[in-house]
Nanobody, 123 residues
């Protein structure tokens, strides 16, 4: 079992930056691939980024590539999402998710989810 809790969301102006954190508990975190997804009202959950358990591989959705960076610190049981050059269209609730095994960009392949944190980007 893995429990996840996101933090770091808030209101920021376009062009600004935010760093989201996802604190995990549970013995299997260090062997879990982690993903970030986002969802705004009336839309489906969108893939943002993922990272493997050893931090050797990362992957990004097309809409955030080059602006967002994900990383993790297994000693602290935490995964991060650094978001730069934010745009109003990045406004959404951001979720972290965990799965044992390989990274994935498919939401329903993740077994554990946090409660989400709101990110609002003003123009």
């Amino acid at each position: 079992q893995v429990q996840l809790a996101e933090s770091g969301g808030g209101l920021v102006q376009a062009g600004g930056s935010l760093r989201l954190s996802c604190a995990a508990s549970g013995r299997t975190f260090s062997r879990s691939a982690m993903g970030w997804f986002r969802q705004s009202s009336g839309t489906e959950r969108e893939y943002v980024a993922s990272i493997n358990w050893r931090s050797t591989v990362t992957d990004y959705g097309a809409s955030v590539k080059g602006r967002f960076t994900t990383s993790r610190d297994n000693a602290k049981n935490t995964v991060y999402l650094q978001m730069n050059s934010l745009k109003p269209e990045d406004t959404a609730v951001y979720y972290c998710a965990a799965r044992l095994g390989l990274m994935s960009s498919v939401a329903n392949e993740y077994e554990y989810w946090g409660q989400g944190t709101q990110v609002t980007v003003s123009s």
